[in-house]
């Protein structure tokens, strides 16, 4: 099983919608993750437990996780390339 954290900066707003349009697609896909949310500042420091990191916000760089960028989920646009992105990041 894959761990999936989705953050962004208060881990409360959106956070919250693309745990529900990520969460939503993998099923569809057949894709078995964990799915977390949680804040960007959960990055900082050690002990993050994630296969990807789904994020809203700017990551910091010294995360070393793989990073897919998420703000089309809350836009709309190009969310069916993010959520491609998404999958093929945990294939």
Request: with cysteine; aromatic share 2%; hydrophobic share 45%.
């Amino acid at each position: 099983m894959k761990k999936v954290l989705v953050v962004c900066g208060t881990g409360v707003a959106t956070s919250t919608v693309v745990v529900s349009k990520v969460r939503d697609f993998l099923e569809a896909e057949g894709i078995d993750a964990q799915i977390q949310q949680g804040k960007v500042m959960d990055l900082v420091g050690s002990g993050v437990d994630a296969d990807l990191i789904v994020s809203t916000t700017d990551v910091p760089d010294s995360v070393t996780i793989p990073v897919v960028r998420a703000l089309s989920l809350i836009t709309g646009m190009g969310q069916e390339a993010t959520l491609r992105e998404i999958a093929d990041a945990l294939s």
